[in-house]
């Protein structure tokens, strides 16, 4: 193990092995049990201590596909127009492809819907519970990351972007190619781009589907993938992978690979979301920071 990780392993150990089991952690457990309403679709299970904070935020990135008391769901009606949201967004993907729904605005999702009998156009719920998910505070989640694109409508210019030859993914010009070519020649052919440019609509594809997966449960999903408007995808970070491991390279089986030995390695690089990070956020050693 890389001695950097080896440290903060040791950290986030000694944390865990620390912490009163106050956080009504209950691993396997996916069971809603009694909740009540906040008057905004949103169901809150029992409030935590903010002095809490940190250690109940490395609790939830070690095991983050379970369920905690605290966590935030979607109402019953929420969960109804997640689902028909993320059928429709789904629609359109495969309409359109998957590369230019990486770059897919929400204006022109709204358009194509519309325009489209095979995709069908949004409901006015199902717009406004869209516009809710991006609009939220993300915090309550337990998501601490920083908001990298302010509006819904945010647009990725076709010009600023590159299609990644045998990926079907794009990388903005500049620095993102300039990242990745360099990674290219440190590690060599076994090294491939697993996830590039992520527009608001993919990001937004990506969470819906892990929440609908996570039974309506915004925290367990944003402990795996920023909520639409948070992805650093959609402003120059960017995935790797060992060629041919397929959907490993999501889980930590990747740290075993030559690919990520390599990659740590390298003074220059750094990953976005480190073991033990304070995000909320499971450790990714696959998410090259580049911003």
């Known amino acids: 193990m890389h001695r950097r990780e080896f440290l903060k392993l040791a950290a986030v150990s000694m944390v865990l092995n620390q912490v009163p089991d106050v956080f009504g952690f209950a691993p396997g457990s996916e069971k809603r049990g009694s909740s009540q309403g906040t008057g905004a679709g949103i169901i809150v299970q029992n409030n935590v201590s903010s002095d809490h904070g940190v250690k109940d935020r490395l609790i939830k990135s070690q095991f983050f596909n379970h369920t905690f008391k605290d966590d935030i769901l979607l109402s019953p009606n929420d969960f109804i127009l997640l689902n028909t949201s993320l059928a429709r967004l789904a629609r359109i993907?495969?309409?359109?492809?998957?590369?230019?729904?990486?770059?897919?605005?929400?204006?022109?999702?709204v358009l194509?819907?519309?325009?489209?009998?095979?995709?069908?156009?949004?409901?006015?719920?199902?717009?406004?519970?869209?516009?809710?998910?991006?609009?939220d505070q993300v915090k309550k989640y337990g998501f601490m990351g920083e908001k990298t694109i302010e509006t819904i409508t945010g647009e990725i210019k076709k010009k600023d972007v590159k299609k990644i030859s045998s990926?079907?993914?794009?990388?903005?010009?500049?620095?993102?190619?300039?990242?990745?070519?360099?990674?290219?020649?440190?590690?060599?052919?076994?090294?491939?781009?697993?996830?590039?440019?992520?527009?608001?609509?993919?990001?937004?594809?990506?969470?819906l589907n892990k929440t609908a997966v996570s039974q309506g449960n915004l925290s367990m999903a944003s402990?795996?993938?920023?909520?639409?408007?948070?992805?650093?995808?959609?402003?120059?970070?960017?995935?790797?992978?060992?060629k041919g491991f397929g959907v490993a390279n999501f889980t930590e089986q990747f740290t075993q690979t030559q690919v990520y030995k390599r990659?740590?390695?390298?003074?220059?690089?750094?990953?976005?979301?480190?073991?033990?990070?304070?995000?909320?956020?499971?450790?990714?050693?696959?998410?090259?920071?580049?911003?």
């Not at 194509?112 to 519970?129: D, P």
């Not at 990659?263 to 990714?284: C, K, P, S, W």
């Open 93 to 109: 993907q495969k309409v359109i492809g998957h590369g230019n729904f990486c770059l897919l605005n929400f204006d022109d999702a």
């Open 112 to 135: 194509y819907a519309r325009n489209y009998s095979r995709i069908g156009r949004f409901s006015k719920a199902e717009l406004l519970f869209l516009e809710k998910i991006f609009y």
């Open 167 to 207: 990926t079907g993914h794009y990388l903005y010009r500049g620095k993102p190619i300039e990242v990745y070519h360099a990674i290219q020649e440190k590690i060599g052919p076994d090294v491939v781009l697993t996830s590039g440019i992520r527009s608001v609509m993919k990001q937004f594809l990506l969470f």
């Open 223 to 242: 402990r795996s993938l920023a909520p639409p408007g948070y992805s650093y995808h959609g402003v120059g970070d960017f995935d790797v992978g060992k």
């Open 263 to 291: 990659l740590a390695d390298l003074g220059y690089i750094t990953f976005r979301y480190e073991r033990g990070n304070d995000q909320g956020v499971r450790f990714e050693p696959w998410h090259i920071e580049v911003v």
